[in-house]
Nanobody, 125 residues
Framework: QVQLVESGGGLVQAGGSLRLSCAASGRSFSRSGMGWFRQAPGKEREFVTA????????DYADSVKGRFTISRDNAKNTVYLQMNSLKFEDTAVYYCAGRRTGWPTTRRPVEYDYWGQGTQVTVSS
């Protein structure tokens, strides 16, 4: 069983930056595909970005492409989400997710096996 714990959320002004971290327990992290999703109030959970087990393959939602960067450090069992040029519409609870399959990446929440508890990101306009 893999447990995921997000951190790094908070309140930031529009145009600012935040870096989210997701620490994973368990030996299988280095073989796991990882992703970030977000859910704003009254909206469905949406895909943000994903990364393959090696970090060699990434995927981004159009809404964050060029502003957000996903990365991972398998030695530290951690995946990161660097968020730059934040916008008000980026406000949401951000969830880290992991899957037993390391590749390819996927945007479908149902294909992820593990989820974190979420961390709130609030962007003030």
């Amino acid at each position: 069983q893999v447990q995921l714990v997000e951190s790094g959320g908070g309140l930031v002004q529009a145009g600012g930056s935040l870096r989210l971290s997701c620490a994973a327990s368990g030996r299988s992290f280095s073989r796991s595909g990882m992703g970030w999703f977000r859910q704003a109030p009254g909206k469905e959970r949406e895909f943000v970005t994903a990364i393959s087990w090696s970090g060699g393959s990434t995927d981004y939602a159009d809404s964050v492409k060029g502003r957000f960067t996903i990365s991972r450090d398998n030695a530290k069992n951690t995946v990161y989400l660097q968020m730059n040029s934040l916008k008000f519409e980026d406000t949401a609870v951000y969830y880290c997710a992991g899957r037993r399959t390391g590749w390819p990446t996927t945007r479908r929440p149902v294909e992820y096996d593990y989820w974190g508890q979420g961390t709130q990101v609030t962007v003030s306009s």
